[in-house]
């Protein structure tokens, strides 16, 4: 099991920053990627970037070059820069880890955060 907790949404106006943060608890040995997606109103939840446990990572198209995800494996926190901000990247954004594990098996695992809520002002 792996426990996941948000912090760091707010409500800012257009071409501000935020800093979103993502602390992992439990079975952290058996992450093997962590990221971030977001849920608008009335629309599904998105990708927003990923980062593996060696440290690539993957953006959406409409998030490049705004936004920058990174880890720190000593503190098994995973970021989410966010720079200029726009309107439409006002969401709940969720923390999200896939683990893996392989023994007798092969285990997929998938965990969620509770969400952190971004409001980006015009």
């Known amino acids: 099991q792996v426990q996941l907790v948000e912090s760091g949404g707010g409500l800012v106006q257009a071409g501000e920053s935020l800093r979103l943060s993502c602390a992992a608890s439990?079975?952290?040995?058996?992450?093997?990627?962590m990221g971030w997606y977001r849920q608008a109103p009335g629309k599904q939840r998105e990708l927003v970037a990923t980062?593996?446990?060696?440290?690539?990572?993957n953006y959406a198209d409409s998030v490049k070059g705004r936004f920058t995800i990174s880890r720190d494996s000593a503190k098994n926190t995973v970021y989410l820069q966010a720079n200029s901000l726009k309107p439409e990247d006002t969401a709940v954004y969720y923390c999200n880890a896939e683990t893996l594990r392989v023994g007798v098996k092969v285990i997929k695992g998938t965990y969620w955060g509770q969400g952190t809520q971004v409001t980006v002002s015009s």
């Open positions: 439990g079975s952290i040995s058996s992450i093997i990627t």
């Open positions: 980062v593996t446990s060696s440290g690539i990572t």
